[in-house]
Each structure stands twice: as C-alpha cells, then as structure tokens.
C-alpha cells in the first residue's frame, strides 16, 4: 500500500515498515503488525493451533498463516529473510547438516570376504605347494577356496530385500526417501506425535449436532442455525456453513440480525426468534443446559433456541482421526512410549492425550521448541522418531532420528522426513515398525547366510579333509556358491508387510 493505492510487488522486495493489505483467504506475506481491519486466522500449519486466532489491531502476525473471510493492512517488521519461516527453514537445513550418513552392513561384509578369500586362497597354494603337491593341484585348491568365497550373494542378500521392501512400502502407503531411517525404524523407543493434521484430521468442523426438541431432527436445527452463521466470519461459522454443504441443505434467509457482544448472534429466520449463543449466554439468561449434555475439552460449543427455548447444541472440534486409538494401543504392546508435541492449547492436548492413551503430552510449544524437547529426549538416551504435517515440524522431523511426515501436509514437512506416509493414517506409523523390523530380520537372515555358509565350504575347499578322501573340486565350489545365491533371492521375495 503506497499513499492509499494498492500496488502488487514480490514478497522478496518488502522491507520494515512496508505496508501490505491482506484480503480474505490470501497467505501473509510477510510478519508484522495489524495497522487496520481483523479478521481469524488459520495459523495451524505453522503453531499447530487447530482453531483460527481472531487478530485485531497491533496483534503480531506470521507470514505463511492463512486469513479468513476478513481483510486488514499489516506493517511489515522485517524483510522476508528474516521472517519466522525463514528461521524455521533454517533450522531443518542446520539440523539435517548435523546427521552423518551410514554405512550399509553388507558393504563392509563383502569388503571383509573379500580379503579373506584372497589371503585364504594364496594361503591354501602356499600350503600345498610347499608340502609337496604339484602346481596343478595347489592352483586348484586356490581357485576353489576363491569361488567358494566369491561374495556374490553377499552383494545380493541387501539390494534384494532393499528392491523388495521399498517396492511393498510404496504399495501400502509408505513412500521411503532415506533407507537409513527406515531400516532404523526397528530401534525406536519413543514417537513423538503432532497432534494437528496428525492425530487428528486438522479441520476445525462440527463433530455432533444434538436435538432437546422431539419434533426437530439435526438437519432442521444447522438449517436453522446456518442462516444467522452465513452472516458471519467466526470460525464456528465456517464449520457450521461447511455441515450444511454435507447435509446438501439450502441455508434460508435471516432478517433482523443483530450480534450479542462476546456472547453470539440472533435474527429472526422464517417468523421464529433464533439465537446461536455461547454457554455464557445461557448461565447469564438462567436458561438450563439439557440432560445428557456432553462436551470434552477439545470441542466448543454453541447452543439454539428457538422463540427462547433450548432446541440443542452443536459441539465443534478439530476431530480425531478414527485410527489414531489402535495406532498408540499397538505402539504400547511394542514397549514404544507415544508423546503428543503440539502447539495447540493445553486443555485441548490433554484431552487427546486421554482419550488415546498416550503416555505423555507437551502442549503450546513453537518450532524452535519442538527441535529441542527432540533433542532433549535424544540426550536421554532416547530414539526419537518424529511425526507431522505443517511447517511448525519440520525442524523437528529433521532433528529426529526418524521423521516420518503424513502425506496431507505442508512441502516442507514431506522434504524433510525420511519416510513420508502417503495416506495419512497414523496405523501405517505402526506398519512401518513392523515392516522395518521384518525387513532387517531378513537382512540379517541373507548376512548369514551369504556369509555363514563359508564357515563349512571354505575348510572343504581349501582341503582340510583330503587325507580321508573328501575334496571339493572348482565346479562344485561353483554350484554352492549359487546355490546361496538362489536362496538368499528366495527369501528376501518372502518378505511381506504386515497391515
């Protein structure tokens, strides 16, 4: 905004004090401070509050936060570059800096045959031809004690099963970017959740409507509150609107609309008084609440009356997913502890906490917080696999031992992980251990046998038995070395994931 004319420009040329207008459902450009208008806004992807925050002037806002339906002008604080999103990107780019690469097993197994079969083979000659054999027979020896020794199978018994489980991983949802972290993923000990967009599905919608009059059904009484919530831009409105589309109900017109201040709004909707008000509003006009009213700490609610009565309630919240339970119940039986890392309120973490068991949670905590309660449960001995969505993770999935980041979020969250989760449902959290434990059991099972079979091969190769008449000749040196190949490719093709 330059003398009241709006002009666009680059998010990359904005400086301190620059003033941008913010119209409804755009991304602030830039942090700053609100000069003019209000307006909610959806600030999730990088707090990991679920519910939109209502700023007005001279509240602080983020750059990459969503605005709702309002509009208003912010002055900028400081360049782009040294926005909070800039210092979160940072943080994932020093914290991926700090991991050092490992070595696959099997490389340095293959590397270690190999130099036995070679100090072996010129052993077994030297043996023989200094005790009188002939040339022939000595180079035979060698060349058998080689063959045998060959470490074909052994460069085979890891790529198999590596080609086998990323191609099975793909197929359940589960996209591998870095090997290392899934083939890691047998040592976790703890799994740390984000809660918003993780656990949970990450809209701020409406999870029960109920009716106290008889003759008024769930649709009849949104379709009657919809029509005061049309006129609105809270985010109880935008759940509320959003049931509607749902329910495919036509909203009807409101007339005389009038907002109580703090405490709801009312209107007049087909010749009935409607009110859609706060639990304030009916402890103040000693209005009792129904029988069987339930609400947990996650979930607000707002209530109707019709013509001054109570006609119901209808609770919203940002709804847990319906897998997030077995999930955690399965992670318990693994001895896996579950904590739940948020930037949502406490009250809300608690009650998500409780409801799926988990063991522990930290609520009201910003990016830069997250990448250190990682790094303090690292320093405990811990290892950490970390999951999430939104910008606000990210420096924590890069921290983490393991990042693991569902496939509905942000881009910055799936470039960050090492495994990204394609359908977001948190039980392919638990596949993934059990997969990564499978598939390195397997591993493991092709080591030995690439290797194992050598302890009795080499010895008959190299011709320990030749005075009570058994020696292996180059061919048959041959035929077990392939032998070993066919089976370790046998087993690495009976790997499965367990659903």
Not at 6 to 32: C, F, H, M, R, Y
Not at 51 to 80: E, Q
Not at 147 to 161: K, Y
Not at 290 to 310: H, Q, R
Request: charged residues 20%; glycine residues 6%.
């Amino acid at each position: 905004v330059i003398s009241d004319k709006v002009k666009e420009v680059k998010t990359d040329t904005l400086k301190q004090n620059d003033i941008i207008l913010i119209k409804p459902g755009e991304k602030v450009a830039a942090d700053g401070i609100i000069l003019e208008g209000e307006s909610y806004l959806n600030e999730s992807l990088l707090t990991g509050e679920s519910k939109p925050i209502k700023k007005v002037k001279d509240d602080k806002v983020i750059a990459g936060s969503i605005n709702g339906n309002g509009s208003f002008k912010i002055t900028v604080s400081h360049a782009a570059k040294d926005s909070y999103l800039s210092q979160v990107v940072k943080l994932v780019d020093d914290a991926q800096k700090s991991k050092s690469k490992t070595q696959l097993l099997a490389d340095t197994a293959a590397r270690w045959l190999t130099i036995i079969a070679l100090v072996t083979g010129i052993a077994t000659f030297l043996y023989w031809y200094v005790t009188g054999q002939t040339l022939a027979f000595a180079m035979e020896r060698m060349v058998t004690v080689i063959v045998i020794c060959c470490p074909h199978a052994l460069g085979l018994a890891v790529p198999l099963v590596v080609a086998k489980s990323t191609a099975l991983s793909a197929k359940h949802g589960l996209l591998i970017k870095n090997r290392t972290a899934f083939e890691n993923s047998r040592r976790i000990t703890t799994i740390v959740f984000d809660k918003t967009g993780t656990l949970t599905v990450g809209k701020f919608e409406v999870s029960k409507i109920i009716s106290v009059q008889k003759d008024l059904n769930e649709k009849e009484l949104i379709r009657l509150a919809s029509a005061l919530e049309q006129k609105s831009e809270h985010p109880i409105s935008t759940g509320i609107l959003q049931k509607v589309k749902d329910f495919k109900v036509t909203v009807p017109q409101a007339e005389n609309f009038k907002a109580i201040t703090g405490q709801g709004v009312e209107a007049t909707v087909e010749g009935k008084k409607i009110l859609v008000v706060s639990p304030g509003y009916l402890k103040e006009s000693k209005i009792a609440v129904a029988d069987g009213f339930t609400a947990n700490d996650s979930e607000t609610v707002v209530f109707i009356l019709i013509n001054d009565e109570l006609a119901g309630y209808i609770a919203l919240s940002d709804e847990i997913r319906p897998e997030s339970a077995e999930a955690i119940k399965t992670l318990k039986q693994e001895n896996i502890k579950s904590i739940l890392l948020t930037g949502d309120n406490s009250k809300v973490a608690a009650s998500v906490s409780k409801t799926l068991g988990m063991d522990s949670f930290i609520a009201e905590v910003l990016p830069d917080q997250k990448l250190e309660i990682i790094k303090e449960l690292q320093k405990k001995g811990e290892f950490v696999a970390m999951t999430g969505d939104g910008v606000n993770d990210a420096p924590a999935l890069a921290q983490a031992d393991i990042g693991i980041a569902v496939g509905s979020g942000s881009d910055i969250a799936a470039e960050t992980a090492g495994i990204v989760l394609v359908n977001s449902n948190p039980k392919d959290i638990v596949s993934l251990i059990l997969f990564g434990k499978a598939t390195y059991r397997k591993m493991i099972q092709n080591l030995i046998w690439a290797t194992g079979y050598n302890v009795i091969a080499l010895p008959l190769a190299a011709g320990v038995l030749y005075n009570q008449g058994i020696v292996l000749s180059p061919a048959a040196g041959a035929v077990l070395m392939t032998v070993s190949t066919v089976v370790v490719a046998i087993n690495a093709s009976m790997l499965k994931v367990k659903a």
